[in-house]
Nanobody, 123 residues
Framework: VQLQAFGGGFVQAGGTLRLSCAAS????????MGWFRQAPGKERDFVAS????????LYAEDVKDRFTISRDRASGTLYLQMSALTPEDTAVYYCAAARGACSTRSRSDYRYWGRGTLVTVSS
């Protein structure tokens, strides 16, 4: 499975962006999926995850009221709708497919990782 995240860009604080993640294979359709992000000089952190059926969404504490994860199983596309962005959200965002069907926060539960997309939020 190859994953590709896109939709990143430059946005002012308070703005919105929607990230998308396309899978090269339908294999991920039955897997949990997630978004992670990595800011310069920092580790890759969990952002949000979703179970195979679109339920079981989980969010990092600092994004849970601003970001929404969703998926379209028909197309195999994962989304992350981001609003009220702040400079602290600046990072490379990665999508990933889990080994199992559940939604999970743990990096070690993810088997496939996509190339990231850069989100830059200016103050």
């Amino acid at each position: 499975v190859q994953l590709q995240a896109f939709g990143g860009g430059f946005v002012q604080a308070g703005g919105t962006l929607r990230l998308s993640c396309a899978a090269s294979s339908r294999t991920s359709t039955n897997n949990g999926m997630g978004w992670f992000r990595q800011a310069p000089g920092k580790e890759r952190d969990f952002v949000a995850s979703i179970a195979w059926n679109g339920g079981g969404t989980l969010y990092a504490e600092d994004v849970k009221d601003r970001f929404t994860i969703s998926r379209d199983r028909a197309s195999g596309t994962l989304y992350l709708q981001m609003s009220a962005l702040t400079p602290e959200d600046t990072a490379v965002y990665y999508c990933a497919a889990a080994r199992g069907a559940c939604s999970t926060r743990s990096r070690s539960d993810y088997r496939y990782w996509g190339r990231g997309t850069l989100v830059t939020v200016s103050s």
